[in-house]
């Protein structure tokens, strides 16, 4: 048995819980919540969202679930203080959501099959990173951007991340000497919080990370970094296509009701 093999069983139940908990939580975004998300990462053309990769749109549903404000809640917030779930793995995860935070994580070692131990090249520390597919691919050195899940005794992944190319690093590193130095990244205001995670995954994005995202469900087995990083021609979703926020609804019932996609 590998050193973190006995978290696997907790860490399957609460993912397909996460699972869950995210198809809920796109179902209270509104049209508002999107464009705003939409806007600040740098894919909303006038009054139309349009994406380099069908599959981008679980990066904005990410962003949206916990960096758009309403009222001075997030997606997260709101569905605690509104509609707790009975199921006790559900307010698990959905408890941990409370303080999730976007970052830069990475690779320092791999267990086969289970997942990786990370550092955070933002906020700093270390930390294991369970994950079945991750923990299939990866290799020592890889860096990517995605939601980060505390959990008590090792992190999760929100379900979507970006892999860091060197353009990516370029980009990413220019826009952080614009932040004052005194600024503490790991107890950003909800604004700030916001503004950090928008600007990584644009600077991602510019950089040709849609061709390369990771989403994947618990066992699945993706292939990160083996693909060269190329900006594919922007694209609209069929209306019959697998929604790609993963439901396993078609588009046009679920994601494509929230869009301002032209039907």
Known sequence: MTTHEHLLPVYLRLRQAGLRLNHKLVGTLSKEDLHEGARRLGILHGETLVFDSPDETSVLMDYCIYNVYRGGENSAQRYLAESPPRDSVEMTVLQAMQTAYYSILQVSDVER????????????????????????????????????????????????????NAEAVIRIAKELKRIDPATDLCNLAPDQEADLAAMVIRSCLRSGASAQIRYETPGSTPSLGNRPSVRSQPVRANRNDPCPCGSGRKYKTCCGKRSAWPA
């Open 113 to 164: 099959g289970v997942g990786v131990a990370v550092r955070d090249l933002l906020r700093g520390g270390t930390g294991f990173l369970v994950d079945v597919g991750f923990g299939s691919s990866a290799q020592p050195g890889w860096s990517a951007a995605g939601r980060v899940i505390p959990l008590e005794d090792f992190l999760i992944s929100g379900g979507a991340s970006l892999p860091i």
